[in-house]
C-alpha cells in the first residue's frame, strides 16, 4: 500500500501513511494534503500558488524586513507587539494554523507571525 503513496515533502521519508483525508510521515510527523502534494507546493507555500505574501501582496522571501502592520497580543506579555515594530532576517517555514514567518522580535525573542499581519520594510 506505502508503493502508492509519495514520499513526505519535508524530510523524504517513505514511510507515509494515510489519515483521514491526511498523508502523515512518521518520522518527521509532518501532515499534508494529498492534493497538496499533488500541486508541488514549495516547501514555504501557503497559498496556492506556493508563493507566501504579505498584507498587502508583496512577494516575501528568506532574509526579508518586515514591519508589523497592526499590535498583536502575545501570550504573557503585558504589552504585546506595537503596530510599526520591524522584524528583520525572517524566514519562511510551513508552519501551524496559518504562522508561516519564523523570526526574533526584539525584546520578545523567537516566534512565528502570519504573513497577513506584516508589511516588507
Known amino acids: 500500500m506505502n ?8 524530510c523524504s521519508g517513505a514511510y507515509t501513511y494515510e489519515m483521514g483525508a491526511l498523508l502523515v510521515c512518521p518520522e518527521c510527523g509532518h501532515e499534508w494534503s494529498p492534493a497538496a502534494a499533488g500541486d508541488s507546493v514549495s516547501e514555504a507555500g501557503s497559498g496556492g500558488d506556493g508563493v507566501v505574501r504579505d498584507a498587502v501582496g508583496n512577494v516575501l ?7 508589523v502592520v497592526k ?3 502575545v501570550k504573557g506579555s503585558p504589552s ?10 525572517i ?3 510551513d508552519g501551524v494554523d496559518g504562522h508561516d514567518i519564523d523570526c526574533k522580535v526584539e525584546g520578545f525573542g523567537p516566534m ?10
Open 3 to 10: 508503493e502508492n503513496l509519495p514520499a513526505c515533502p519535508e
Open 61 to 67: 522571501a528568506d532574509g526579508d524586513t518586515v514591519t
Open 71 to 73: 499590535t498583536l497580543k
Open 80 to 89: 504585546g507587539i506595537k503596530a510599526g515594530t520591524k522584524v528583520r532576517n
Open 91 to 93: 524566514r519562511l517555514v
Open 112 to 121: 512565528q507571525l502570519k504573513s497577513s499581519v506584516v508589511k516588507k520594510a
